[in-house]
């Protein structure tokens, strides 16, 4: 990997195209047409001397208009693509805000058995690329060579754990703690987490489930939490059936670490002619559109997909335009959609000759 132009230090100050030429070892004039896309000056020093101005935050002419930006999305990413809608809303809003700017979207499917990334490294090394969006993509190695590429790059939906590279993600400790504050609040004690462990972001949303129950002095056991094969609906009710098959599921409402999940929960409790919510809340997350066409409606955490990506556009635009001051974790806020699906639980009835008007309380 060749070494990066090193700017000469200078009173503070806006940087000038002489310090950028002596930084690269070239003339100021060929700064000059290296900056405005003018004929004459070599693919590799052009990219050395825009890598220098972008890190010296030299206000760069625009050269987004007719750019391209290159969308690598995981395996996940595109199956979630093909199987629910959050996948689908993200790109909306990428492709919105591209259009807006004037600027070409290539997707581009990064398989995860591809141990040589030959499709990542093919596309980064070409030119005409502005700029890399990694959709839904926790693996370290591709990290490792966006970071050596030089290009400016924007994680959506994860992040990377070492800082490298500058991310954008719902907040996803806090929604899920804000989902079940809200669940306590209506007097739930016992509430279950259901997910399928694996990704960064999830495990985020089991902290904000433990933060709220701690917070309230709440107990989190471990049996609690309900971990599924696949996002799939199918697989939420078979994992959840299975608990309450055999008594093993003592929680008043589950909180879903994904609509699906949510959805395949109602099926469970539906088989079993358990009554949601009077019997069991159930609550998700994502919002997704057909969360509000179950029956009962779905109360749930609606997850800013299409904003996602119409932040990681301009986060993009900015770093390939200024330069990356330094490499930041962006958070978009989660709101509460409260619909059909939650309640207050129904009251145990004491020992000892409560009256039957007092409800009951069954238990899983």
């Known amino acids: 990997m060749s070494k990066k132009p090193t700017l000469p230090s200078k009173t503070p100050g806006r940087t000038r195209l002489g310090d950028i030429a002596l930084a690269c070892n070239v003339s100021i004039s060929t700064v000059s047409r290296a900056l405005t896309g003018q004929k004459g000056v070599r693919d590799d020093i052009r990219e050395r001397i825009l890598d220098a101005a972008r890190r010296a935050r030299y206000p760069l002419p625009n050269r987004i208009q007719g750019a391209r930006i290159a969308v690598f999305a995981s395996t996940a990413a595109m199956t979630d693509y093909r199987r629910t809608q959050f996948t689908w809303h993200v790109l909306e809003g990428l492709k919105a805000a591209a259009t807006a700017k004037e600027i070409e979207i290539s997707l581009v499917p990064l398989p995860d058995s591809d141990e040589n990334h030959a499709p990542l490294r093919d596309v980064l090394d070409s030119q005409s690329i502005l700029g890399a969006l990694l959709l ?131 099926s469970a409790l539906t088989a079993r002619q358990i009554a949601c919510p009077d019997e069991m809340s159930i609550m998700g997350m994502d919002d997704l559109p057909i969360s509000d066409l179950l029956t009962p409606r779905l109360t749930t955490m609606h997850i800013p997909a299409r904003e996602l990506g119409e932040t990681a556009v301009d986060m993009l635009v900015e770093l390939a335009t200024h330069g990356e001051r330094v490499v930041r974790r962006t958070e978009l806020a989660c709101c509460l959609v409260e619909r059909d699906s939650t309640a207050p639980p129904m009251r145990e009835i004491a020992s000892g000759g409560a009256s039957a008007d007092a409800g009951r309380r069954i238990r899983f």
């Open 136 to 266: 839904t993509i926790d693996d370290m190695q591709v990290m490792e060579r966006i970071q050596e590429s030089g290009k400016p790059a924007v994680l959506i939906n994860g992040d990377d754990p070492l800082m490298r590279i500058s991310s954008v993600s719902p907040c996803n400790r806090s929604a899920s703690r804000m989902a079940c504050d809200y669940l306590i609040g209506l007097g739930h004690q016992r509430i279950g987490f259901v997910m399928r462990p694996g990704r960064t972001t999830i495990r985020r949303r089991l902290e904000g489930w433990r933060d709220a129950l701690a917070e309230h002095g709440l107990p989190c056991p471990d049996e609690n939490v309900i971990d599924v094969e696949d996002w799939t609906p199918e697989c939420a009710e078979q994992a959840i059936g299975e608990r309450l098959d055999r008594g093993a599921l003592d929680v008043t409402a589950l909180l879903c670490a994904a609509d699906s999940l949510a959805l395949g929960a109602l």
